[in-house]
Every structure is written in structure tokens, then in C-alpha cells.
């Protein structure tokens, strides 16, 4: 069974807002709504640009796209995608938050518990998540994004009588929308270009393990080479070893032979009859 929020012990008081946008922006504006929530504001959430929550979208899903970069509309993140989220935040800036998953079983942390972090606490129910805050409920999908519906004000009714207030309304909402554009091609530019020092960063290692290759080839070859050059040492060593032998074998055979010829000279000179 579910925590009631009312009188739960990590957002009390707060109730469970499902998150508007698509079935995957629901996970960052989930995390936005908890993590830009305070007791004070009991309205609904603001995505103008500029906001608290609007901020805390736009930096989500600017990690999002950096560390997980999932773009399938209907793709649902998952428990894991949102603390590899929470955790890119936490290296990134200094607020730390400590992500909080809601079960209906119970309700857990998903990551290493920092008691110094503010708490997140986040569910999934109907394939969208929810996040508790202290938001009024007005913050639930219209089957467009919170984002293109603030644009959406400032578009001219096809009804309007009034041409030249139509036109300005179209210029201020080209103008916002312009700026939107200009914002997330800051962000996605900047992405580019850490992506690009990490790539070059890649290719410097990799240019680094191959040297060591190559020098570690060069040194099997040497070894290779003092090997060889033992083993015909080795022979060498052995058939002087086998001549030394055969050497000495000759020198055994010649003493054989000399000593009864020796014996028997001697022999005879002791029997001869010498003169004097």
C-alpha cells in the first residue's frame, strides 16, 4: 500500500501532481516540480520562461540529453535513467537532492543516502510519472507540453477582428519563440562541444595505448631474439661438452694400450744382462 502524501514523513503535506509533456519529458518535469516545490507556492506550476520549475526543466533535460539522450516521445524513463539524472545534477551543481521511489509497496531511496540532500520523492502510475509536491494538480499533460502551450497564448485566434494586434501577437510569440530556439541551440552547441573534447580526448588515449603496443611488439621481437640466441648457446655449450667427453675417452683407450707395453719393456730390461 502507498504512503498517503498527507502525512508522509518526506514531503508532508504534499500531494501526488502527474507530470505533463510526453511519456518521456514526464520524467524530467516530475523531477522539476519536486525539486523546484516549497510550501509557500500552492499554485499551479509556471513554465514561462525564466520560472523556478522552468529552470529546472530546461537544466534536467539538458542532462538528459547529454548522459542518457533519449529521444522517442513515448519512451518512459526508467528508475535508473532518473538517478543517473539526480546524480549528473549533483556533479554539476551544488543543491544536492536525494532521489525518493514511491512502490505503493513502500517508499526507498534509489540511491547512496545523503541526509544532508533535499528529498525528491517520485512514482509511476499509468506508464506517466508523478511527483509530490505542493503544487495544486494543474500541472497534468494536455497532450501537449507545457512549454508549447506558453507559446501557444500568444498565437493570434483565427476569429480576431483586429488585424494589427493579431500581427503583434504573432511577432511576440516569434519572438519567444525565437529566443526559446536560440536558448536550446546555446544548450545543445555547448553539449556538442563538450562531446567534441571528449572525443578528442578519446583519441588521445587511444594514440597513447597504441605506442604502448607497439613498443611491447618491439620488445616480444627482442625477447624473441635473446631466446633464440640462447638456445644456440645452449647447443653450442653442449656439443663442446660432448667433444670434451670423446676427448677424454681417447686419452682412457691410449693409457690402456701403453701401460702392459710399458710393463713388459720393463720387465724385459730387469731380466737382460747389462755389462757393467
Known amino acids: 500500500m502507498s504512503i498517503d502524501p498527507n502525512t508522509n514523513d518526506y514531503v508532508p503535506g504534499g500531494t501526488y501532481v502527474c507530470a505533463p509533456g510526453n511519456t518521456r519529458e514526464s520524467g524530467t518535469y516530475a523531477l522539476a516540480m519536486a525539486m523546484a516545490t516549497h510550501k509557500e507556492n500552492t499554485g499551479p506550476p509556471d513554465w514561462s520562461p525564466d520560472t523556478l520549475e522552468r529552470r529546472y526543466y530546461d537544466a534536467l533535460e539538458a542532462l538528459q540529453a547529454q548522459y542518457i539522450g533519449y529521444e522517442d516521445k513515448n519512451y518512459l524513463l526508467t528508475e535508473g535513467d532518473l538517478v543517473d539524472i539526480i546524480r549528473s545534477w549533483s556533479k554539476r551543481y551544488r543543491d544536492k537532492y536525494q532521489l525518493y521511489i514511491d512502490d505503493y509497496a513502500d517508499i526507498y531511496t534509489a540511491?547512496?543516502?545523503?541526509?544532508?540532500?533535499?528529498?525528491v520523492l517520485v512514482r509511476c502510475i499509468n506508464n506517466r510519472w508523478e511527483a509530490?509536491?505542493?503544487?495544486?494538480?494543474?500541472?497534468?499533460?494536455?497532450?501537449?507540453?507545457?512549454?508549447?502551450?506558453?507559446?501557444?497564448?500568444?498565437?493570434?485566434?483565427?476569429?480576431?477582428?483586429?488585424?494589427?494586434?493579431?500581427?503583434?501577437?504573432?511577432?511576440?510569440?516569434?519572438?519567444?519563440?525565437?529566443?526559446?530556439?536560440?536558448?536550446?541551440s546555446e544548450a545543445v552547441n555547448a553539449i556538442l562541444s563538450r562531446m567534441e573534447e571528449r572525443c578528442a580526448s578519446m583519441e588521445t588515449h587511444l594514440d597513447t595505448f597504441e605506442k604502448h603496443i607497439n613498443t611491447l611488439e618491439g620488445l616480444c621481437v627482442a625477447l624473441h631474439k635473446h631466446i633464440n640466441l640462447l638456445e644456440e648457446a645452449g647447443q653450442t655449450l653442449k656439443r663442446s661438452i660432448n667433444n670434451v667427453e670423446s676427448d677424454s675417452g681417447s686419452v682412457n683407450e691410449s693409457e690402456n694400450v701403453l701401460t702392459p707395453n710399458t710393463l713388459r719393456a720393463v720387465s724385459d730390461a730387469d731380466s737382460a744382462d747389462f755389462p757393467w
Do not use: L, W
Open 111 to 119: 540511491d547512496e543516502f545523503d541526509p544532508s540532500a533535499k528529498i
Open 132 to 184: 509530490c509536491c505542493y503544487f495544486d494538480g494543474a500541472g497534468k499533460t494536455t497532450g501537449i507540453s507545457p512549454v508549447d502551450q506558453v507559446a501557444a497564448r500568444y498565437m493570434p485566434s483565427k476569429s480576431s477582428a483586429d488585424k494589427n494586434q493579431a500581427q503583434t501577437q504573432e511577432n511576440a510569440a516569434h519572438k519567444d519563440t525565437t529566443n526559446n530556439v536560440n536558448g536550446m
